[in-house]
Nanobody
Framework: QVQLIESGGGLVQPGGSLKLSCAASGRTFEGSAMAWFRQAPGKEREFVAATTWRRGRTYGAVYADSIKGRFTVTRINGSTVTLQMGNRKDEDMGVYYC??????????????WGRGTQVTVSS
C-alpha cells in the first residue's frame, strides 16, 4: 500500500555530482523523518542523511560525518526527499535506500523502505 520509490541513480565520475530523489505513494510523512541510507557490497547498511518536513519546509537535517559538507538532503514536501551528492568519492558507491518514519540515523527505527537505487563511481 505504501511505497517509497528512489530515482536518479547511475554512473558518476570521481569528484562529480548526482542527485537522487525519493517519492512516497499511499501516504505522506508530514512531521516525520525521511532519510537516506546506503550499502556497499560486503558492508553493513549505513546512515547518510535525514530531514523532517515541518511547517512547509525542511527541518532538522542530520548528516553522517563521512559525507558532511559534500551532500545535501532536502525535503520537497511531506512525501518527497532528495539527496544532492557532490565531490563524489570511491567510497560513495553502493545501493542508496530511502526510508521514512524513523528516528534520524537509526535504521532499525524506520517503518518504510524503498527498494534502492544503484550509484556507481567510476572514471
Amino acid at each position: 500500500q505504501v511505497q517509497l520509490i528512489e530515482s536518479g541513480g547511475g554512473l558518476v565520475q570521481p569528484g562529480g555530482s548526482l542527485k537522487l530523489s525519493c517519492a512516497a505513494s499511499g501516504r505522506t510523512f508530514e512531521g516525520s523523518a525521511m532519510a537516506w541510507f546506503r550499502q556497499a557490497p560486503g558492508k553493513e547498511r549505513e546512515f547518510v542523511a535525514a530531514t523532517t518536513w515541518r511547517r512547509g519546509r525542511t527541518y532538522g537535517a542530520v548528516y553522517a560525518d563521512s559525507i558532511k559538507g559534500r551532500f545535501t538532503v532536502t525535503r520537497i514536501n511531506g512525501s518527497t526527499v532528495t539527496l544532492q551528492m557532490g565531490n563524489r568519492k570511491d567510497e560513495d558507491m553502493g545501493v542508496y535506500y530511502c526510508a521514512a518514519r524513523g528516528n534520524d540515523s537509526d535504521p532499525k527505527s524506520y517503518e518504510y523502505w524503498g527498494r534502492g537505487t544503484q550509484v556507481t563511481v567510476s572514471s
